[in-house]
């Protein structure tokens, strides 16, 4: 045994689904992990953890983490069921996963009967996306579409910028105007804020676009509560007033776009009278908006992935992601836009997953998206196993009444690998003992920042728990898949992961990152992606007009996308179901992690939601009273506080909530929908009519 000195500091990273990825010093003493904090040394950790992760050693340390594997002994899958689990061996639950997955491959309907289920619970290469990848390409599964959280985006980005660039946010201090559109920076992309307060002591203009009054907007210079789902239509007015006032930069346009007479054109069929109606503003805002953002230099727009869960979340963000090619604003450094800078980061994919062992004919895709439907529908052939890691659908994903209702199959074998106990470990027939971060080995890009993180081991794993590779190795041995590469170790995993030859990585190597704990990407201080035009589309330019698109009958021009459910595109619905509802990300929680934390759960109260005082008044509710919030799909049990914050017309759940932890056990999912958006299969949780009654 290694003699572990009795007090040591370790580097790590974050690992959650947050564009900051922050480097993390892990203070350990005597084998536990006693203290962790932001790397003072990071240029944008800057040597802060946000709330939520600040205290992640005791996340590392509860008392409530799962101990052992688990097996269901007795009664019905699910919370309000009996069932009950009792510990059993590594052994007896992986030769018990073999045994099941063997079978199913070997029968008629073959192994597309089998279904993965993961996100990003942790975000780094090795235990999100390598040995898992290349185990269920190997066994022949059915295909999983990742497309809960940002596919309507990226698909959206892409169609106009063609990957995801843009500006460096460690420029955003110099920007003079600001745009926070569809992001509640201060919640979901903290350590970006630093950098806006600089740029505002510096004398810009911050402005928040968003349908509810967030601790963002109320920091902001001004607010604009546009309707959800409505900011095609508002970047298209703000085109037409652009281009009605002749403040477009021709030179930019002509040099490096593509379209820009066909999108002039469309904007002119956008005047701000037309917008203000759609997005429920007034034409002054919009005109003013236009001319201010037309006329500051450098202005940045810092879009995230809010206004993109909408039925039109794609067109969205194209249509947004065009606005800095119409202004040349992209010419500056501090100019430009940032969704997010993943692309920035060369990745060897095909090393890391191995796509190549996906055998042929390609097994079927499911999208994870509609995983209801997956679960109670999907017949050809039925979906006979799930194997769940680093996600908890039961929470998260849309149309909860039907997911539950597919997870409570007696003949769907589940097993569910994880840190605690959550929603979806109560339907499991096998229960995985997960790793933490400070358990195990990983290496991170950032979607919010350009610094690659190591994340070095703090302690043992705890109890009996895992990593997702260790089981995943372990499971391929059982199998007999012979291949090399389920041998290879978290660390070779990591190193094949970057081990291309691309400027960007040059001197950048698994060592170096150990030895430093992290390293900037060889990208210049003054890096302005497109000052010089060199977009990564088919065109090389930005394309503001894009014939791909019609191919999968969507127009080539920009152009709004209504959602699916809203007062203007469903007033059948409406007249039922009046307030649009949105469930943004909660402050304290991260998704449904550390939503099961005492201090995190101190920290949000309780499930609440946020409706205006005049919605509130025609339904007899006062601020504190539990309400019923339904639709055709579903309800939930809410405490109503009634606040200015949501607008008329809108109401405002922050999420995600366990259901066990809920009243009456259920969440918001209840209410959202598994129809996607009209680009990348994307999830439109922000796109739902509800009504809300007082309960007695
Ligand atoms: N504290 C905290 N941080 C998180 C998370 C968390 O749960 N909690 N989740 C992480 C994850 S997985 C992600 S993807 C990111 C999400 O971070 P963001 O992409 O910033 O996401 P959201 O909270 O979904 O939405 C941001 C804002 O968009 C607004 N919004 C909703 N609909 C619309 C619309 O139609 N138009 C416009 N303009 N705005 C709209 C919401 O009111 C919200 O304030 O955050 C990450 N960080
Ligand atoms: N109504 C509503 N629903 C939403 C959203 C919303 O804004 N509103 N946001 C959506 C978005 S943006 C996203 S990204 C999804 C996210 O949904 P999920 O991907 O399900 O994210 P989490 O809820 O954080 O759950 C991640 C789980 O992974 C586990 N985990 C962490 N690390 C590991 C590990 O190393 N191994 C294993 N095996 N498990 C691990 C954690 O304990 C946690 O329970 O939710 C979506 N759902
Ligand atoms: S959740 Fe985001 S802000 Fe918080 S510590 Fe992790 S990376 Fe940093
Ligand atoms: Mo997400």
Redesign the pocket.
């Known amino acids: 045994m290694i003699n572990e000195p009795e007090r040591k500091t370790v580097r790590a990273a974050c690992?959650?689904?947050c564009p900051d990825t922050c480097a993390m010093l892990v203070t350990v003493e005597g084998g536990r992990a006693v203290r962790v904090a932001g790397d003072p040394a990071h240029p944008f950790t800057r040597g802060t953890l946000c709330t939520k992760v600040a205290n992640y050693e005791q996340r590392t340390h509860s008392p409530d983490r799962i101990q052992t594997p688990l097996r269901r002994r007795t009664g019905a899958k699910g919370a309000t069921g009996e069932a009950r689990f009792e510990p059993i061996s590594w052994d007896d639950a992986l030769d018990e996963i073999a045994a099941r997955f063997r079978a199913l491959a070997a029968s008629a309907e073959g192994a597309e009967t089998i279904m993965p289920y993961?996100?990003?619970?942790?975000m780094?290469f090795v235990?999100?996306e390598s040995m898992d990848r290349r185990f269920f390409y190997r066994l022949g599964a059915t295909i999983l579409e990742r497309t809960?959280?940002?596919s309507a985006g990226s698909a959206g980005y892409d169609a106009t910028i063609g990957a995801r660039l843009g500006t460096d946010p460690e420029r955003f201090a110099d920007a003079r105007l600001i745009v926070l559109w569809g992001t509640n920076t201060i919640t979901s992309n903290v350590h970006l804020w630093p950098f806006i307060l600089e740029a505002k002591h510096k004398g810009a203009r911050i402005i928040s676009i968003d349908p509810r009054r967030t601790r963002t907007a109320d920091q902001c210079d001004e607010h604009v509560a546009l309707l959800p789902g409505t900011d095609a239509a508002l970047a298209l007015g703000l085109m037409h007033v652009i281009f009605a006032e002749g403040l477009e930069d021709g030179d930019y346009l002509e040099r490096h776009a593509v379209g820009a007479a066909e999108l002039k054109q469309r904007a002119r069929e956008y005047p701000p009278a037309r917008v203000a109606e759609i997005c429920g503003l007034t034409t002054d805002s919009i005109v003013r908006l236009a001319r201010e953002y037309a006329t500051t230099r450098p202005a940045v727009i810092r879009l995230n992935?809010?206004m993109q869960?909408h039925a039109g979340g794609g067109m969205a963000v194209r249509t947004v992601a065009c606005l800095p090619a119409v202004t040349g604003a992209w010419r500056d450094p501090a100019g430009g836009a940032l969704l997010s800078t993943s692309s920035t980061f060369p990745v060897n994919h095909n090393a890391l997953k191995r796509p190549d062992l996906i055998p042929s004919p390609r097994p079927r895709t499911l999208n994870m998206s509609q995983l209801g439907d997956a679960l109670t529908e999907v017949s050809d052939p039925p979906v006979r196993a799930l194997y769940?890691?680093?996600?908890?659908?039961a929470?998260?994903?849309?149309e909860q009444a039907k997911v539950l209702a597919g997870l409570r199959r007696d003949d769907l074998f589940t097993v569910?690998?994880?840190?605690?106990m959550?929603d979806?470990c109560d339907y499991a027939d096998i229960v995985?003992p997960?790793?933490?971060?400070l358990e195990?080995f990983d290496l991170h890009k950032a979607y919010g920042h350009l610094y690659l993180t190591i994340n070095e081991r703090s302690i043992t794993p705890l109890h009996e728990s895992k990593?997702?590779t260790e089981?995943f190795r372990l499971l391929a041995a059982r199998l007999g898949f012979e291949e090399e590469c389920f041998k290879d170790s978290d660390e070779e995993i990591a190193r094949q992961a970057i081990d291309l030859d691309h400027p960007a990585l040059a001197g950048i190597t698994l060592d170096a990152l150990r030895e430093r704990g992290w390293m900037r990407l060889n990208v210049p201080e003054t890096y302005a992606p497109f000052a010089a035009g060199h977009f990564p589309t088919a065109s090389g330019k930005c394309e503001l007009f894009n014939a791909r698109l019609e191919l999968q009958g969507l127009p080539a021009v920009p152009e709004f996308i209504p959602p699916r459910e809203s007062r203007a595109s469903a007033p059948e619905l409406a007249r039922r179901f009046p307030l649009a509802l949105?469930?943004?990300?909660a402050h304290a929680?991260?998704?449904?992690?550390?939503?099961n934390l005492p201090k995190h759960l101190r920290q949000e109260k309780r499930p609440f939601v946020e409706i205006n005082p005049e919605d509130a008044a025609a339904r007899r509710i006062a601020d504190g009273d539990r309400v019923r919030v339904s639709n055709e799909r579903g309800s939930c049990e809410l405490t109503a506080v009634v606040t200015t914050r949501a607008r008329r017309g809108v109401v405002v759940?922050p999420?995600?909530w366990w259901n066990k932890l809920s009243p009456g056990n259920t969440?918001?999912?209840q209410?959202?929908s598994q129809t996607l958006t009209d680009m990348g299969g994307g999830?439109t949780?922000?796109d739902a009519l509800v009504e809300i009654e007082r309960l007695d």
């Not at 769940?388 to 659908?393: A, E, G, I, R």
């Not at 997960?434 to 971060?437: E, P």
């Not at 929680?589 to 939503?595: G, I, R």
Request: aromatic share 14%.
């Open positions: 690992p959650h689904d993961s996100y990003y619970g942790t780094g235990q999100s809960i959280c940002a992935y809010g869960r769940v890691y680093n996600s908890n659908p929470s998260v994903a849309p569910v690998h994880e840190q605690f959550t979806t995985l997960a790793t933490t971060q195990h990593p997702n089981v949105i469930s943004p990300a929680f991260l998704n449904s992690s550390f939503a759940s999420s995600v969440n918001i999912n209410l959202t999830a949780f922000y």
